[in-house]
C-alpha cells in the first residue's frame, strides 16, 4: 500500500457525469480533485457500449452539455441521433477543452471506500491497492455500467465466442460467415439486431419478452438545423429544464381521450412519420392512463404486424405484455424489417426458455438445439444500484451499503445516504435519472452537489448527511410517484430491479419528472440544506 496526499474531492468515473464534476469542484470552486476510472479512456457508458448500432436515443443537440455557451457554439453534430464513436469524440473534445485528462486517473478501478469518522474524510482503495483520501467522494459510476450477463449452465464449454454488448471488444467483432445468437431485444438489443444481421451468415434472435420500438429517422442534420440549434440553445435548453423527461419537446397538453379515433390515427401516424422518443409526447395521459396507453400500444402493435411479413414473427413480436413506455420504449433503424431478412430467426424462450449452453450453442427446455458460432448477450444491466454495490462502501458506524440497501436503495433525493456522510451520488437511484434525457439531470445533479459543497466550505461544516427521516420520506415520494404512473405494470423492468435474479423488487428512478425535481432539489437548498443534517 502507497499512501496519497489527501484530496478535497475523489470522484469515481470519467463519463459525462465526473467529467463535469471535475470541472466545476476544480475550476469552479478551486479545489483540489481527481477522477478514478476503470477504463482507459474517458467517456463512461460510451466507453463500454460498442456494440453495433451503438447509438444514443436522445436528439444530438439535445444530448450534450449546455453549461458552457462557448462548447455549444463550437461542436457540431453530424446526426440526429449521435452515434457511439461520436459521442467518444465529444467527450474526448470536452475533455481536452477544460484540460481535464491531467487530473484523471485512467486504468483504475476503485474496489472500495470507507468513512473516516476520527478525520472526517473517505478512504478509498483501488484494485491495485492504493489507497487515497477525500474529504468528499462523489460517485459518478452511472446507472448502466455493471453488465447482466444471466448465469445460463454451460456458459464456460461455449466453443464459440461469446460478447456481453455493455462490454464489447475495442476492436469490434466480425460476424462474417459467423451463425449468431442474439439474447435479448431491449433497447441495446433492438439497435444492434438489423446490423449484426447485415453482416452475419444467419442471426437468431432469443426474445422473452416482446417490445415496443419507434423508428428513430435517423438521418444527417441538414445545415439549416445545425445554424437553428446555434443561435436558438437558450431556448432548447429553457424547454429541456421545462418537460418532465429532459427532452427537448413539450409533451402535448391533450388526453388521448380528447379526440376522435380518426384524429388519434392520424397523430399517431404522424408521430411515426417523426420518429424517435417523442412519440410518447403525442397525449399527456399514456403514461398515467391505462385506456389512453391502449390506443397507442395498439397503434404500435399494428405497425409490427404490418411491416413484418411472416405472420408467426410478426404474432410474437407483437405479442407485448405490458403497457407502451412502461419499460424504457427503444428506438430502431430497421428493427422489424430485419426480420423480413432470409438469415434471420426470431425463437421465442418466454414460452421455451433457454435451458443451458454446449459447446455448439443454445438448448431450450424442449431440447431444440441452435447451432451458433458466436453469442451477444444484449441481456442488460444490474441497474442504479449495481454499479455502486460493486464497490464495498462503508460509512459512519461500520455500516456497509450493501446492508443498508438490502431491501432496495434508499436515499434522499438519490444524491445521498443516511448514515454515509459527504459522499454524493449523481444520477444515484431515487433520481430522475434514467427517466430523463441523461445530460439534463447529470447537469443538474452536479451543480447543486458543487453549490453544496462551495455552501459547506463557506460555512465551516465539515459534514453533511440526510436525516433517516427525510429518506424515509423521499422513498415514500419516489414510490408514490412511480404508482401515479403506469410504470410498476411492467412488472419485469430494470427500473423495478427484476431482470436480476435475488434484487429487491423496489422501483429505483424518480418518476415525478426532471422539473419538479430541479424545483425540489433547489427548494431543499434554499430552505439551509432541509432534510440533511449539517455538523461541524
Ligand atoms: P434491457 O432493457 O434490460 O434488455 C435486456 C434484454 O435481455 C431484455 O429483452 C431481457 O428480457 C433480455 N434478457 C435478459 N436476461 C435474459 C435471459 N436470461 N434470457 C432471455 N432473455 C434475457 O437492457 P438494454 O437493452 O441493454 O437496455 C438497458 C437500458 O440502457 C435501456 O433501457 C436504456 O435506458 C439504455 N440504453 C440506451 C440506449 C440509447 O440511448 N441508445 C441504447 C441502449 C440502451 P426481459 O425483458 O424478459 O427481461
Redesign the pocket.
Known sequence: MTAAPHLDAVIIGAGFSGLYQLHCLRDRLGLSALVLEAGDGVGGTWYW?RYPG?????ESHSYCYTFSKELLEEWEWTER?PEQPEIMRYLNHVADRFDLKRDIRFGTRVTAARFDEAANRWTVETEAGERLTATYLITAVGC?SSA?V?R?PGIESFAGEWYH??QWPHGGVDFTGKRVGQ?????????AVPVIARQAKHLTV????A?YSIPAHNAPLTPEFKRWVKENHPEVRRVMHSTPNGHPFVIEDRSAHDVGADEREAIYEAAWAKGGLQFRAAFRDLLVDKSANDTAAEFLKRKIREIVKDPKTAALLSDIDHPFAT??P??DSNYFDAYNRDNVALVD??AN??ERITPSGVVLRDGTEHALDVIVF????D?MTGPLLNIDITGRDGASLRGAWKAGPRTYLGLQMPGFPNLFTVTGPGSPS?LSNMPVAIEQHVEWITDCIAHLRAEGVTRIEPTEEAAERWVEHVNAAANATLLPLAG???YLG??VPGKPRVFMPYAGGMARYRQICNDVAAKGYEGFRLEG
Not at 54 to 58: F, H, K, Q, W
Not at 183 to 191: C, V
Not at 206 to 209: A, K, L, V
Open positions: 457500449n451503438a447509438r444514443c436515443d436522445s441521433y448502466l447482466n444471466p445460463i454488448t455493455g439474447i435479448g431485444t431491449g433497447s441495446t438489443g433492438i439497435q432469443f426474445q422473452r419478452t417490445n419499460k424504457r427503444p428506438i424462450v418466454r426458455p433457454i444484449a441481456t442488460g444491466f441497474a434514467v419485469h423492468s430494470w427484476a431482470n
